[in-house]
């Protein structure tokens, strides 16, 4: 992921996107449409929850959810579709566990701000990774949990894959595992 989507404070990308609790992983990526692969998944994303959704978000946007989002199942493809339509972060007070860990290892920013205020839907919005803040217009800064600094550099690196291809190509690693 490159840093365009980490802009400065009081900088921009895109617009929130604003839903409930427990968004599981059939809203993200419906079952049904799983055979069809990430293009067709990724026009039914959150179709049952905003019908609009994975036709009008647009790189840069950032998804805002509530307690739990991800539950369901271990689905990568949940996480993939977003990336897919180009959400810069999901900003939820909790995470389903697996849905966390994919979103790393795939390179999708996400925070945990356990007291998120009222957010309105189409407000501007951007994120600061390595500072865990989110930015919100007409709101101070959003201090969020911090996130580990090998997770920070494996979203820079794009997600866990290229996160190890890097180091491996670096030297940093061998294809053993063991540090080089």
Same mark, same amino acid.
């Given at each position: 992921?490159?840093?365009?989507?980490?802009?400065?404070?009081?900088?921009?990308? =895109?617009?929130?996107? #604003? &839903?409930?609790?427990?968004?599981?992983?059939?809203?993200?990526?419906?079952?049904?449409?799983?055979k069809? =692969?990430? !293009?067709?998944?990724?026009?039914?994303?959150?179709?049952?929850?905003?019908?609009? &959704?994975?036709?009008?978000?647009?790189?840069?946007?950032? #998804?805002? =959810? =509530?307690?739990? &989002?991800?539950?369901?199942?271990?689905?990568?493809?949940?996480? !993939?579709?977003?990336?897919?339509?180009?959400?810069?972060?999901?900003?939820a007070p909790s995470f389903a566990g697996l849905f966390y860990r994919n979103g790393f290892n795939l390179g999708l920013p996400l925070f945990t701000c356990p007291s998120l205020p009222r957010i309105a839907a189409g407000q501007r919005t951007g994120c600061d990774l390595a500072r865990a803040q989110v930015f919100v217009e007409g709101l101070a800064p959003l201090q969020c949990d911090p996130i580990p600094p090998h997770l920070v550099e494996m979203i820079h690196d794009g997600g866990l894959v290229p996160h190890l291809a890097r180091k491996i190509a670096a030297g940093q690693l061998s294809v053993t595992g063991i540090p080089a």
């Open positions: 992921m490159n840093d365009t989507l980490m802009p400065a404070p009081g900088r921009f990308t =895109g617009r929130a996107w #604003v &839903f409930g609790d427990d968004i599981n992983t059939d809203l993200l990526a419906p079952g049904a449409y799983m069809y =692969g990430i !293009e067709a998944l990724a026009r039914h994303c959150m179709e049952h929850v905003d019908p609009e &959704f994975a036709a009008a978000v647009q790189p840069g946007d950032i #998804v805002f =959810g =509530g307690r739990n &989002f991800g539950a369901g199942s271990s689905r990568e493809q949940a996480v !993939e579709v977003l990336r897919h339509l180009g959400v810069a972060a999901v900003v």
